[in-house]
């Protein structure tokens, strides 16, 4: 540990040193069209951890019939001529999903990020890069029966930024992991069964594309 932040400390003052201003943080909001998809529709089967004749079965891969909406916030720092870190904090809405036949339920999720982004091109008006993505997407107990508790995720998009306007384009894909639930509940036809709640690991997989304006 305190090797990690003498080596955060060095790279700060070496930064400071080089631009000699020192380091100078950027802040942009966003927003994202995001659009779910299945790989394939492979189902995995595993046996109940204590009734012995009870099997599970559920998609592997999780999916949405609505594309959803991200909003977000982003905070960016230079630590060389071509390269910026940061974080984000968003809120992800996937609207009005059927749940049971005639029901619908909008599901929400705030997923916390650090990004690195990569400057790949530069012309006379306009960066292009390379950002990846990585972090945490939290859900809110309430639909923990129905969308999970969230899970890690990760992604990579690709960016171009027009430098007079301050605004930019975004087009990325997105790898989620869902810790999701399943509870039995016996009735009275099995009496010798027991009450459980089975936790299992679904994926998300989604393409994404937006636009975001640096405030500064």
């Known amino acids: 540990m305190q090797r990690w932040v003498l ?8 930064e400071n040193h080089l631009f000699g201003k020192g380091i100078k943080s950027q802040h942009s ?20 951890p204590n009734n012995t004749v009870l099997v599970y079965v559920y998609p592997l891969y999780k999916s949405y019939k609505n594309p959803g909406i991200s909003y977000y ?11 910026k870190m940061g974080a984000s904090i968003g809120c992800n809405i ?11 339920e909008t599901f929400y999720s705030f997923p916390l990020r650090t990004s690195v982004d990569w400057k790949a091109l530069v012309t006379k008006d306009r960066e292009y890069g390379i950002q990846w ?11 923990k029966f ?21 605004f930019g384009l975004k087009a ?4 989620y992991q869902e810790a999701s639930f399943l509870k039995f509940v016996p ?14 690991n679904q994926f998300l997989y989604q393409f994404r594309f937006g636009f975001y304006k640096r405030l500064n």
């Open 133 to 143: 993505m990585g972090g945490y997407n939290f859900k809110h107990a309430k639909h």
């Open 73 to 83: 916030y982003q905070w960016q720092t230079a630590i060389s001529k071509n390269i």
């Open 29 to 48: 909001l966003g927003a994202e069209v995001m659009i779910a998809f299945k790989p394939s529709n492979e189902f995995v089967t595993k046996p109940s």
């Open 94 to 104: 996937r609207y009005l999903e059927e749940v049971i036949a005639g029901e619908y």
């Open 187 to 200: 009735s009275a036809a099995f009496p010798d069964m027991i009450e459980e709640t089975f936790r299992f």
């Open 7 to 14: 080596g955060m400390l060095l790279l700060f003052l070496g």
């Open 172 to 175: 990325g894909f997105d790898f």
């Open 146 to 166: 129905l969308d999970g508790l969230g899970g890690f995720t990760t992604g990579l998009s690709v960016t171009r930024y027009h430098r007079e306007h301050h």
